[in-house]
C-alpha cells in the first residue's frame, strides 16, 4: 500500500488566501508580543489590512474562474466557497473596524482578541470549503474554538462569563452530536467524502447519523428548536463579538449544509423536506414571538436573528438551486442590516453604557445619523421596500412557491408583519418619545465607516441588486444538475421577479 | 487462548467500570477507573489496533484520569455534594436503553433485514499499524491534521486570555 501526497504550487495556490491568512495572524500575534509599546489599535488596522489582501485575492480567484479540490477532495474551492470567504472575510472586516472602540473597555489582552478574531475567520473560511465530514468537523471545531474565548472576553462581567460557559457546555455538546453523527455515517457507508456517501442507500444507522449531524449544524445557526443557547450567549458576549457570532458563523454553517442537503442529500429530498419545514416554521415563529417581549435590544436582535434563520431555512426546503440561490443573497442582506444594527448597539453602547431599549428614546434627538442609520437597518430585517431585505425575503418566497411550500410561505408572511411590530416599537422609541438625556452623541470614524458600508450595501442590493444576483446564481451553479427544480426551470440570469 | 483472554478483559472492563460507580471514595473511582482504560487498552492489541491501544493509554489513563484525579482533589467536595438525586432517572435511562439494545439483538437476529452494509476493510498493509496511520495521517488526512494544529494554538492562545490570573491580581 502506498501513500503520497502531491502538492504542486499550482494546487496551493488554491489555498492561497487561507494561507496568506495564517501568516498574517502569526505576524499580528507576533508584533503583539514582541513590541508592546506598539498601539493596539494600529492591530486592528493591520488586521484589516491582511483581510482586504485576502478579499482581494478571493474576488481575484472568483474572477479568474479559479476552482478546484486538493488533498483526496477535502478542500474544494468552487464559486460557493469563494462566496462564502468573501462573505465571512467582508464580515469579518467590518466586525474588526466596528471593536476598535469597543477593545478600549479590555483591561488586558487587547491584541489577542484581534488575533483571535481572525483565527475565527479563518476556521470559517476552512468550513466553507470542506468537502467531506472530517474536514467539516475539524473546521467547525476550529472556529468555535475562537468564539468560546471571544464570549467570554469580558472577564471581569459575570454576564460574559455565564454567556462562556453556556455556549462552551452546550458547543461541546453539539460537537459531540456531530462526532456522533459523523461516525455513524462513515460506518454505514465507509466513505467521508460528500459526494460518494450520497449513493449510500436510506439505513436506519445513516438516518440517525444525519439527523445528528443536522442537530448539530442546527445548533450553530441557531436554528429552533437548537437555539437555547443564543439569548444568553448574545446577550453577555461583547457586543462586537455578538455581531460576528450573529453572521459569520451562520454563513459558514450554511456552506455546509447547503453541500450536504444538495449534495449527499440530493436524493432523499422528499424525506427532508418535511423536517426543513418544520424547523422553518419553528424558528420564524419563535423568534419572532419572543422578540417581542424584549427588552434588551441585543436580546431583541439575537431573537430577530432565529427568525431570520428560519427565513433562510425556508430556501433549503426548498431544495432547489433557486432555493440555493435565494439563501446566499438573503445571508448577504441579512449581513449589512444584521451587522449595521449591531455597529449601532456597540457605537450607542459605547457612549450611553447601555444596551437597554429604553435607552434609545428619542436617539434621533441626539444623533439623527444614529437613530436614521437603525431605521433603515431595522427596515432591512423586517423586509420593507426598496431595501434589501425586502428583496431577499421576496426572493426566498419565490423559490418556496415554485416548489408548492405554501403553508411555509403563509406562515413566512404572517411572521413579516409580527417583526414588523417589534422592529417598530424600537423605531418609535427612536423618533417619537422623549429622550431623557439630550447630550448630542458623536460616532468614531471606524464606527462611521463600518455604518456608512453597512447603509451602502443594504441600499444597493435593495435597489439595485442585479448584479449580485447574477452572482449568486453563478456561484451555485454546481447545484443545477444535482436537484432539478420540480416545476419551473432554472431561474434565468435575469432577476426573476422584474428589478 | 483468544478468547480467554477476551473474556478476561471483558470481565475485569465490567467489574470495574461497577466499581467506578459503586465505591463511595471518588479516588477509588477514579482508580477503577484507570484499570477499566488499561484492560480496554488489552481489548485493542487483541483486536491488532495497537495504535488505538497506546492512544487508550496514553490519552485516557495518562491524560483524562489525571484530570480527573486534579479536580476530585482540588475540589474536594463534600460527601452530600458528592451524589445527586439521580438514581430515578438514572434507573429509567438505564432500563430504556437496556430493553432498546435487547429489541435490537432480537430483531436483528430474526430477520436480519436491516443489517447494515459491511465496511470492507483494507487489506492489513505489511508495515506496521501505527505506520500506516501516521502516513495517512501525513497523506490522505494532512488536512484535518494541520488544522487541528492550529485548534491547538487557538486553545493555547485561548487558555491565557481566559485562565492567567496575576495579571488581574497585580494591577485590578
Avoid at chain 1, 495564517?22 to 500575534?29: F, R, S
Avoid at chain 1, 417581549?293 to 430577530?304: D, E, M, V
Avoid at chain 1, 437597554?356 to 420593507?384: C, H, K, Q, T, W
Avoid at chain 2, 437496556?98 to 435490537?104: D, F, G, K, R
Wanted: charged share 10%; proline share 5%.
Amino acid at each position: 500500500m502506498t501513500f503520497s501526497l502531491t502538492l504542486t504550487p499550482a494546487d496551493l495556490l488554491l489555498m492561497l488566501p487561507e494561507l496568506f491568512l495564517t501568516l498574517w495572524l502569526c505576524v499580528i500575534l507576533t508584533i503583539d508580543f514582541s513590541l508592546p509599546r506598539f498601539p493596539k489599535r494600529n492591530l486592528a488596522y493591520l488586521s484589516v489590512l491582511g483581510l482586504a489582501v485576502v478579499l482581494a485575492n478571493l474576488i481575484w480567484f472568483d474572477r479568474a474562474g479559479m476552482t478546484g479540490t486538493l488533498f483526496n477532495h477535502m478542500f474544494v474551492v468552487d464559486r460557493m466557497a469563494i462566496f462564502f470567504k468573501i462573505f465571512i472575510v467582508v464580515t469579518t472586516i467590518l466586525v474588526i473596524l466596528a471593536s476598535i472602540d469597543y477593545v478600549k473597555r479590555f483591561k488586558f489582552f487587547k491584541g489577542e482578541y484581534y488575533f483571535l478574531v481572525l483565527m475565527s475567520a479563518l476556521g470559517m473560511m476552512f468550513m466553507a470549503s470542506a468537502n467531506d465530514l472530517l474536514s467539516i468537523f475539524i473546521t467547525l471545531e476550529f472556529s468555535t474554538f475562537g468564539f468560546y474565548v471571544l464570549v467570554a472576553y469580558l472577564r471581569d462581567d459575570p454576564a460574559s462569563n455565564e454567556a462562556g460557559l453556556k455556549f462552551f457546555i452546550l458547543g461541546v455538546f453539539a460537537a459531540g452530536l456531530l462526532a456522533y453523527g459523523i461516525s455513524l455515517v462513515y460506518g454505514e457507508t465507509g466513505k467521508l467524502v460528500l459526494s460518494d456517501i450520497a449513493a449510500a442507500p436510506a439505513t436506519p444507522g445513516l438516518i440517525i447519523g444525519y439527523l445528528l449531524i443536522f442537530a448539530a449544524l442546527g445548533f450553530k445557526i441557531g436554528a429552533a428548536p437548537f437555539h437555547s443557547w443564543i439569548p444568553d450567549t448574545y446577550h453577555g458576549a461583547p457586543t462586537p463579538v455578538t455581531a460576528f457570532l450573529s453572521i459569520a458563523p451562520k454563513g459558514a454553517a450554511f456552506a455546509i449544509l447547503l453541500r450536504l442537503f444538495f449534495i449527499s442529500l440530493a436524493a432523499f429530498k422528499p424525506a427532508w423536506v418535511l423536517l426543513l419545514v418544520l424547523a422553518s416554521i419553528l424558528s420564524m415563529t419563535y423568534g419572532n414571538i419572543v422578540a417581542i417581549a424584549q427588552k434588551n435590544i441585543k436580546r431583541l436582535l439575537a431573537y430577530s436573528g432565529i427568525a431570520q434563520i428560519g427565513n433562510v431555512l425556508i430556501g433549503l426546503a426548498a431544495g432547489t438551486k433557486m432555493g440555493g440561490d435565494a439563501i446566499l443573497f438573503y445571508l448577504l442582506t441579512y449581513l449589512f442590516a444584521n451587522l449595521g444594527a449591531f455597529a449601532i448597539v456597540i457605537a450607542v453602547g459605547n457612549l450611553i453604557n447601555s444596551d437597554e431599549i429604553e435607552d434609545y428614546n428619542g436617539l434621533n434627538r441626539r444623533s439623527p445619523f444614529l437613530a436614521f442609520a437603525m431605521l433603515v437597518f431595522l427596515l432591512s430585517l423586517a423586509g420593507v421596500p426598496p431595501l434589501a431585505g425586502f428583496i431577499g425575503k421576496l426572493y426566498i418566497f419565490i423559490a418556496a412557491i415554485k416548489e408548492g411550500l405554501y403553508v411555509l410561505l403563509i406562515v413566512g408572511l404572517i411572521n413579516v408583519v409580527i417583526s414588523m411590530y417589534y422592529y417598530l416599537v424600537v423605531v418609535k422609541k427612536m423618533y417619537i418619545n422623549e429622550p431623557v438625556d439630550n447630550s448630542p452623541l458623536t460616532v468614531s470614524a471606524p464606527m462611521q465607516a463600518v455604518i456608512y458600508a453597512s447603509l451602502a450595501g443594504t441600499l444597493a442590493l435593495g435597489i439595485y441588486p442585479q448584479p449580485i444576483i447574477d452572482w449568486v446564481v453563478s456561484a451555485t451553479m454546481m447545484f443545477s444538475h444535482i436537484v432539478a427544480p420540480a416545476t419551473a426551470v432554472a431561474p434565468s440570469t435575469a432577476l426573476p421577479f422584474g428589478g | 487462548m483468544a478468547q480467554l483472554f477476551f473474556f478476561y478483559l471483558a470481565g475485569i472492563i465490567v467489574l470495574t467500570s461497577i466499581l467506578v460507580v459503586a465505591l463511595r471514595n471518588p479516588v477509588y473511582s477514579a482508580l477503577s477507573l484507570l484499570i477499566m482504560f488499561f484492560h480496554v487498552a488489552g481489548l485493542y492489541v487483541t483486536l491488532h489496533a495497537e495504535f488505538v491501544a497506546a492512544v487508550q493509554i496514553i490519552v485516557y489513563a495518562g491524560a483524562i484520569l489525571v484530570l480527573y484525579l486534579f479536580v476530585v482533589m482540588l475540589l474536594n467536595l463534600h460527601r452530600e455534594d458528592r451524589y445527586h438525586a439521580q438514581f430515578p432517572l438514572a434507573t429509567l435511562l438505564g432500563v430504556t436503553i437496556l430493553t432498546e439494545v435487547i429489541l435490537l439483538m432480537l430483531q436483528r437476529g430474526d430477520s436480519g433485514a436491516p443489517v447494515a452494509t459491511p465496511v470492507i476493510a483494507p487489506p492489513t498493509p505489511a508495515i506496521g499499524n501505527t505506520e500506516a496511520i501516521g502516513e495517512v495521517l501525513y497523506s490522505t488526512y494532512v488536512f484535518p491534521f494541520e488544522v487541528a494544529s492550529l485548534i491547538l494554538l487557538v486553545a493555547m492562545i485561548g487558555a491565557i486570555v481566559l485562565a492567567k490570573q496575576d495579571l488581574f491580581e497585580q494591577k485590578g
